[in-house]
C-alpha cells in the first residue's frame, strides 16, 4: 500500500470519501489546498479502488441539488453556465450515484475546510456497499459529520 506523503497532500488534487454518523458516504477533493484526514492517508490503492467501483459499477440512483453560494467559494474563468456546469461535473457525478460531493477553497485556500457541493435526494448507505468496500469505507469516518446538515466541514491535523 502506498501512503499518501506529506508533499502529496499539497502537489497533488486528492479524491478521497468519508462515512458521517448517519453511515452516508461523501467523496472529497482536495484540490491541493486540501488537508486529509490520517485515516485516509494510509493507502492511495484503497482510494482509487473506492472511486473506480462506484463511477463505474454504480447506478445512478439520485437526483443532485447544488449547494447554494457555491460559486462564490471557486474561482472560474468566466460566469457562463457552462462554465458553471463544466466545473463542478465530476461532482454532479458522484451525487448521482448518492454520495454528498465537498471540495476545498480555491477562492480563499484554507487547508483545514471543504465546502459542500452537492448533495443527493436518495443517499448511498454504508450498508449498500459490497463487504470489500465497507471495510474500506469504515477505516475513513467522520463521526462528529452529519453530511446532510454541514456545508462545511473542518479536517483537523493529526
Not at 22 to 33: M, T
Request: hydrophobic share 30%; net charge negative; glycine share 2%.
Amino acid at each position: 500500500m502506498t501512503r499518501v506523503s506529506d508533499d502529496e497532500v499539497f502537489e497533488y488534487d486528492i479524491l478521497w470519501f468519508a462515512v458521517d454518523s448517519q453511515n452516508e458516504i461523501a467523496q472529497f477533493d482536495s484540490g491541493v489546498y486540501g488537508l486529509l484526514p490520517e485515516s485516509v492517508r494510509g493507502s492511495l490503492e484503497d482510494l482509487e479502488s473506492i472511486a473506480c467501483f462506484i463511477l463505474e459499477k454504480l447506478d445512478d440512483t439520485s437526483q443532485t441539488k447544488v449547494s447554494e453560494n457555491v460559486f462564490d467559494r471557486v474561482i472560474l474563468k468566466d460566469s457562463r453556465e457552462v462554465t458553471k456546469k463544466s466545473y463542478f461535473k465530476h461532482s454532479l457525478e458522484f451525487s448521482r450515484k448518492g454520495l454528498y460531493s465537498y471540495e476545498s477553497y480555491d477562492s480563499k485556500p484554507t487547508s483545514y475546510q471543504y465546502f459542500r457541493v452537492s448533495m443527493p435526494d436518495n443517499p448511498l448507505k454504508l450498508s449498500d456497499l459490497p463487504e470489500k468496500y465497507k471495510c474500506i469505507l469504515e477505516k475513513y469516518r467522520l463521526e462528529e459529520c452529519v453530511f446532510s446538515e454541514m456545508e462545511l466541514i473542518t479536517i483537523k491535523e493529526k
